[in-house]
T-cell receptor, first 116, second 113 residues
Framework: DGGITQSPKYLFRKEGQNVTLSCEQN?????MYWYRQDPGQGLRLIYY???????QKGDIAEGYSVSREKKESFPLTVTSAQKNPTAFYLC???????????????FGPGTRLTVT | RKEVEQDPGPFNVPEGATVAFNCTYS??????FFWYRQDCRKEPKLLMS???SGNEDGRFTAQLNRASQYISLLIRDSKLSDSATYLC??????????????FGAGTRLFVKA
C-alpha cells in the first residue's frame, strides 16, 4: 500500500536534547512538508522540500533542521534551540509543488513529541 | 486578521441534520481550496477539493464564493461518524513564485444520536 509513514508515534525527550523525527513516503511524490499542530491552532509550516537535495524554510523554521537526501525521506530534527518543542508533528507530501497550486497534500499519522 | 478564518464551533447537531460551515480567506489571489477532516489525535485527511463551479460528493457539497472570499462545506443527513474537526485549506501564491498552503484552525462538529 502506498502512503506516508512517521515514526515514532510518541516520543519523549528531556529538554536540551536534539531529536529526529522520521518521515517516509512511497507515493513517488516530489514535494514533502513538515508541520506542527498545537491545540486550538491551525497547522503551521516548518520546512518544505520541492525536490531532492533542496528545501526551504516555512513560517516557523527556527530551532528545526531538515534534510532531503532521498526522494522518499524527509527527516526533521528538533534541536535544543526550539523554545517550545512539545507539539504534534505532521509530515505531508504532494505530487509536486510550484506555481500550479492545486496539488493536495497527504499526511502521515504524525508524531507526538513531549519535551520535559 | 488571520489569513484563513473558521468558526471553531463546536457545532452540536442531531443525526440526520444538515449542517454548514464557512471559511473566509483574506488574499483575493488565492488559487485553490480544500476541505480536510481531522479526527481527534489523528492526521488530517483530504475530504474534497473546492472548485469554482462547486462540487458534490455524496452527502457533502463544497462551494467557493470568490467575490466574498469564502468557501463553504455542507453536510446533509449527518451521521455519528461525521463527528470530527473540519479544516479549511487555502493555497496562495508566494512572492517570487511558488505558493503557500494555509490551514484554518478548524471547526469542530459533534453529531449526536
Amino acid at each position: 500500500d502506498g502512503g506516508i509513514t512517521q515514526s515514532p508515534k510518541y516520543l519523549f525527550r528531556k529538554e536540551g536534547q536534539n531529536v529526529t523525527l522520521s518521515c517516509e513516503q512511497n507515493l513517488n511524490h516530489d514535494a514533502m512538508y513538515w508541520y506542527r499542530q498545537d491545540p486550538g491552532q491551525g497547522l503551521r509550516l516548518i520546512y518544505y522540500s520541492q525536490i531532492v537535495n533542496d528545501f526551504q524554510k516555512g513560517d516557523i523554521a527556527e530551532g528545526y533542521s531538515v534534510s532531503r537526501e532521498k526522494k522518499e525521506s524527509f527527516p526533521l530534527t528538533v534541536t535544543s534551540a526550539q523554545k517550545n518543542p512539545t507539539a504534534f508533528y505532521l509530515c505531508a507530501s504532494s505530487i509536486r509543488s510550484g506555481t500550479a497550486a492545486s496539488y493536495e497534500q497527504y499526511f502521515g499519522p504524525g508524531t507526538r513529541l513531549t519535551v520535559t | 486578521r488571520k489569513e484563513v478564518e473558521q468558526d471553531p464551533g463546536p457545532f452540536n447537531v442531531p443525526e440526520g441534520a444538515t449542517v454548514a460551515f464557512n471559511c473566509t480567506y483574506s488574499n483575493s489571489a488565492s488559487q485553490s481550496f480544500f476541505w480536510y477532516r481531522q479526527d481527534c489525535r489523528k492526521e488530517p485527511k483530504l475530504l474534497m477539493s473546492v472548485y469554482s463551479s462547486g462540487n458534490e460528493d455524496g452527502r457533502f457539497t463544497a462551494q467557493l464564493n470568490r467575490a466574498s472570499q469564502y468557501i463553504s462545506l455542507l453536510i446533509r443527513d449527518s451521521k455519528l461518524s461525521d463527528s470530527a474537526t473540519y479544516l479549511c485549506v487555502v493555497n496562495t501564491g508566494r512572492g517570487g513564485g511558488g505558493f503557500k498552503t494555509i490551514f484554518g484552525a478548524g471547526t469542530r462538529l459533534f453529531v449526536k444520536a
